[in-house]
Nanobody
Framework: QVHLVESGGGLVQAGGSLRLSCAAS????????MGWFRRAPGKEREFVAA????????DYANSVKGRFTISRDNAKNTVYLQMNSLKPEDTAVYYC?????????????????WGQGTQVTVSS
């Protein structure tokens, strides 16, 4: 059984920063790509960022490019999302997920295990 637990969400003012963490267990973490997705109120879940198994390749949604950074520590079975210059439109529940594949993928249907999510609220 794969278990993903997100943490680090909270309430922050616009322009502030948060760092999300996702701890994984139950699978060979270092063999698979990881991703972050989010669901804003009344909207569909959307891609935020992804990282390949090695951490060498990353990709971002245009809306967060230049502000968010995804990274991973395979020794700690943890993936991170550093979020800077936060905007009210970043308010959402953020989910981490583990892919079927080692190389980076951005389509949520290629992710097979999901965490419960952590709330991020950005006030204006």
């Amino acid at each position: 059984q794969v278990h993903l637990v997100e943490s680090g969400g909270g309430l922050v003012q616009a322009g502030g920063s948060l760092r999300l963490s996702c701890a994984a267990s139950g699978r060979t973490f270092s063999s698979y790509a990881m991703g972050w997705f989010r669901r804003a109120p009344g909207k569909e879940r959307e891609f935020v960022a992804a990282i390949s198994w090695s951490g060498i390749s990353t990709d971002y949604a245009n809306s967060v490019k230049g502000r968010f950074t995804i990274s991973r520590d395979n020794a700690k079975n943890t993936v991170y999302l550093q979020m800077n210059s936060l905007k009210p439109e970043d308010t959402a529940v953020y989910y981490c997920a583990t892919s079927k594949y080692a190389p980076l993928v951005v389509t949520q249907y290629d992710y097979i295990y999901w965490g419960q999510g952590t709330q991020v609220t950005v006030s204006s």
